[in-house]
Structure formats: structure tokens, C-alpha cells
């Protein structure tokens, strides 16, 4: 059974159209993020959201938008797409948030995002 | 604030042969600090953290990392890897809920 799944793997669109990234986790966490890796393999955070509240919101435009209907999914809502979202995008997820900084986070495999 | 530096971008070894991944981080704060691995076409997967206790650290796949408070380093060390590890591996430190990737360091296995 997949832990942390992500639809779709693979995204192409043009640029100024509006996506979205779906994420869900089987894994019974409390806590879920949203991570850009670059062309490079550089991982930075975006979002992170424990139990459906907005914990971590890093410096990224408004034009995106997460979504977490239940503590089990947390979207990505992408408007105006321009070249420089090109990335892969990472959901991942841990059971709490916090001060601990202790738990693992489990990590989804990604969409390749490409706008053209 | 916390950061995390991996010195080498790139560690290309021979099969069988021993391999350190080096990594030095600065935190302000309690240090809690992880290894993952990725591979190709994948999403990271945990290798091993330090959260206290016992420096040296066992993780899977026969990889272990030791903490060195004062040289602030968290290296990682396999003593014979094998064609199989060839993947990118991220050290990351953490602070509350926020993990601080390093650049990555690709480790290339040859034949």
C-alpha cells in the first residue's frame, strides 16, 4: 500500500494555465507539506499544514495555493503557471508537528511539473 | 536560523570500495539531523537520523552517520557500497517542523 501518494507523476502544460497537485497519505499523520525541488536537486519547503491549519507558509507567490480538505490531503493549487515553476513538486507528511523536530517525514514520489 | 552544507556535490567510487558523505550544519537550537536518500525517479526515503544519545549512528542499507557536536559535522559512511546506492542523498537538520535540506550530494557507483 502506497503511504504517500501524489497525482498526477508527470504534468506539461503552458504557461498562464492554472494546475493542481493532489496529494494523499494513508499514514494516519497529522502533518503534511509541500516541497519544490529545482533543477539543481535543491529541496525547499513550501506549505506545511498540521491537521488542516497552515503552520508553514515560506516566501512563494500567491499564485499558489494549498488546499488540506481532511488532515489526509493537502493539494496544490497553482494559478497563472510561468516558466520558472518548472520543478518537481514533493508531498510529504509526519505524524506531528511542533517543536519536536524529531519525527521522519515520509515522501511521496513526486510530479514533474514542465511549463512549456 | 539553522543551515546545512554538504561539501561534496558529487562522490563517484568504485563497488566494494568505502565511501563518506560529508555534511556540517549550524543551528541555534537543539539539533536533530537526518540523512535521506533518493533515488533516481523517486521521492526521499529516511537512512537514518540523530535526534540524542549515542553519536554513531546505524541506519538502513548498512549506512551509519556519527555526530560531532564540536566540529558540527554529521558524516555519512558506508564501509563497501555496492552499484545499488548510486543515488542523490540529502543531510538535513531540523528545527520544529521545518527540515533544512543540504544541496545534495550525488553518489555514483561504478562497476
Known amino acids: 500500500d502506497t503511504a504517500v501518494s501524489q497525482t498526477p507523476k508527470y504534468l506539461v502544460t503552458q504557461m498562464g494555465n492554472d494546475k493542481s497537485i493532489k496529494c494523499e497519505q494513508n499514514?494516519?499523520?497529522?502533518?503534511m507539506y509541500w516541497y519544490k525541488q529545482d533543477s539543481k536537486k535543491f529541496l525547499k519547503i513550501m506549505f506545511s499544514y498540521n491537521n488542516k491549519e497552515l503552520i508553514i507558509n515560506e516566501t512563494v507567490p500567491n499564485r499558489f495555493s494549498p488546499k488540506s480538505p481532511d488532515k489526509a490531503h493537502l493539494n496544490l493549487h497553482i494559478n497563472s503557471l510561468e516558466l520558472g515553476d518548472s520543478a518537481v513538486y514533493f508531498c510529504?507528511?509526519?505524524?506531528?508537528?511542533?517543536?519536536?523536530?524529531?519525527?521522519?517525514?515520509?515522501f511521496g514520489p513526486g510530479t514533474r511539473l514542465t511549463v512549456l | 536560523a539553522q543551515s546545512v552544507t554538504q561539501l561534496d556535490s558529487q562522490v563517484p567510487v568504485f563497488e566494494e570500495a568505502p565511501v563518506e558523505l560529508r555534511c556540517n550544519y549550524s543551528s541555534s537550537v537543539s539539533v536533530y539531523l537526518f540523512w535521506y536518500v533518493q533515488y533516481p525517479n523517486q521521492g526521499l526515503q529516511l537512512l537514518l537520523k540523530?535526534?540524542?544519545?549515542?553519536?554513531l549512528v546505524k541506519g538502513i542499507n548498512g549506512f551509519e552517520a556519527e555526530f560531532n557536536k564540536s566540529q558540527t559535522s554529521f558524516h555519512l559512511r558506508k564501509p563497501s557500497v555496492h552499484i545499488s546506492d548510486t543515488a542523490e542523498y540529502f543531510c538535513?537538520?531540523?528545527?520544529?517542523?521545518?527540515?533544512?535540506f543540504g544541496e545534495g550530494t550525488q553518489l555514483t557507483v561504478n562497476p
Open positions: 538535513a537538520v531540523s528545527s520544529g517542523s521545518r527540515l533544512t
Open positions: 510529504a507528511s509526519s505524524q506531528a508537528a511542533g517543536v519536536r523536530g524529531t519525527d521522519t517525514q515520509y
Open positions: 540523530y535526534l540524542s544519545g549515542s553519536t
Open positions: 499514514l494516519g499523520h497529522d502533518t
